[in-house]
């Protein structure tokens, strides 16, 4: 069975730019979560979806990010335009239940470079 | 401040125990976890424990929560090299939003 994929694995950019993240959650798992972890830093929550609707969108830091899962399949995070402080690794994750003991598998994330 | 602290590194003998502290702030916490990462890799669900109990135990690995000090450690018994990569405690309040730490860096050494 696959696992989470993300797609790139790197990016690098210059500020001003427009770049998208792609996150494959394993196949069957309504529930996809977006994180990331900023210059070492804590791993913070940024969205959580179920199917294509969004669950709770409150850890998106402002109207630059927009993510999506049209078809309740893969997602896209979009940062437009980048800015220096959106550098970091972005992690995605997927279960299929939800819920506190429900496990989350884990992509091995994006590494994105502002420039 | 931060939500839940972890000292950033540590460093242990092959074959020493490691213990990794963590602590949070948030008395709602109803699930504590640990995530191991490996270099290049995801975050792998190493253990959790149920805020109703103090103490978890799983081969190896060894979770203890002390829920008055808002503390939680990890205890690696018989550390090895394998064992090097980087350990986040998180906490849930709740709902499916993870609070992470930090994140200690493990270094096993021979």
């Known amino acids: 069975e696959a696992g989470v994929t993300q797609f790139p694995s790197h990016s690098v950019i210059e500020k001003g730019q427009t770049v998208t993240l792609r996150c494959d959650p394993i196949?069957?798992?309504?529930?996809l979560y977006w994180y990331r972890r900023v210059m070492g830093k804590e791993i913070k929550f940024l969205l959580h979806?179920?199917?294509?609707?969004?669950?709770?969108e409150s850890g998106m830091p402002n109207n630059r990010f927009l993510a999506e899962r049209t078809g309740g399949t893969y997602s896209t995070l979009k940062v437009q335009p980048a800015e220096l402080e959106d550098s970091g690794v972005y992690f995605c994750?997927?279960?299929?239940?939800?819920?506190?003991?429900?496990?989350?598998?884990f992509g091995s994330g994006t590494q994105l470079s502002v420039l | 401040g931060e939500d839940v602290e972890q000292s950033l590194f540590l460093s242990v003998r092959e074959g020493d125990s490691s213990v990794i502290n963590c602590t949070y702030t948030?008395?709602?916490?109803?699930?504590l976890y640990w995530y191991k990462q490996e270099p290049g890799a995801g975050l792998q669900l190493l253990t959790y424990?149920?805020?109703?109990?103090d103490m978890k135990q799983d081969q190896r690995l060894t979770v203890l929560l002390n829920k008055k000090d808002k503390h939680l450690s990890l205890r690696i018994a018989d550390t090895q090299t394998g064992d090097s990569a980087i350990y986040f405690c998180?906490?849930?309040?709740?709902?499916?939003?993870?609070?992470f730490g930090t994140g200690t860096r493990l270094q096993v050494f021979p």
């Open positions: 994750a997927s279960s299929h239940l939800g819920g506190l003991n429900e496990k989350l598998f």
């Open positions: 196949s069957g798992h309504d529930n």
């Open positions: 979806f179920v199917k294509e609707s969004k669950q709770d």
């Open positions: 948030d008395s709602s916490s109803t699930y």
């Open positions: 424990i149920f805020s109703n109990m």
């Open positions: 998180a906490e849930s309040r709740g709902t499916d939003k993870l609070i």
